[in-house]
């Protein structure tokens, strides 16, 4: 894990920084809740990262290390709708809006480009962060709508997925140290 979070930091420009914070654990979720079935999956290999100094954020999830109660929910999502052999992976780069590198918890906005199955849209949103010398923690809660990107529900199973998934994101950073 700590390799993807080098490329991140190595392929995204804007956080350069010595006040920046690399993820040391993740946890996403993503729950579809529809009339015949609901949906669940856990991704906890997703790389984060945060520039104190000026709010400037960036994330990335491997697609395909989404856990699901059931192998075969796992095998529809990969190859019918995210098609995660093509878009590996979902991705944010973006800042926090108002920053203030002052220790403590508070809610906050954030807002840039979310990109998931190819597609990129402007995404925006509100959540917690707890930043303190040692840590900064991350949490949000926020709608997708899977028409947004491009991510096509066919008729036949029109009732089992959601138009719209409800995502949970918790990122817990440590400052990055370069060996």
């Not at 079935?37 to 491997?62: K, M, R, Y």
């Not at 856990?67 to 590996?88: R, T, V």
């Not at 991510?151 to 009732?159: E, G, T």
């Not at 998934?165 to 370069?178: G, R, W």
């Amino acid at each position: 894990m700590k390799k993807i979070s080098l490329i991140i930091i190595c392929t995204v420009p804007f956080l350069v920084s010595a006040q920046r914070f690399i993820n040391d654990s993740s946890y996403v979720r993503f729950f579809s809740e529809a009339p015949l079935e609901n949906i669940e999956a856990v991704n906890i290999e997703g790389t984060a990262v945060i520039d104190l100094s000026n709010g400037q954020v960036a994330f990335s999830i491997p697609v395909k290390s989404f856990e699901f109660e059931k192998s075969l929910m796992k095998e529809h999502f990969n190859e019918n709708y995210l098609e995660s052999d093509k878009y590996p992976k979902a991705t944010f780069r973006g800042k926090i809006g108002n920053w203030s590198n002052v220790p403590g918890k508070r809610t906050v906005s954030v807002s840039g480009d979310m990109t998931i199955h190819g597609k990129t849209n402007p995404f925006g949103t509100e959540g917690d962060i707890d930043v303190s010398d040692k840590k900064v923690v991350v949490k949000a809660v926020f709608p997708i709508a899977v028409a947004d990107y491009k991510i096509r529900i066919p008729k036949a199973v029109f009732y089992n997925i959601a138009e719209v998934v409800e995502v949970t994101a918790y990122f817990e950073l440590v400052p990055y140290e370069k060996n």
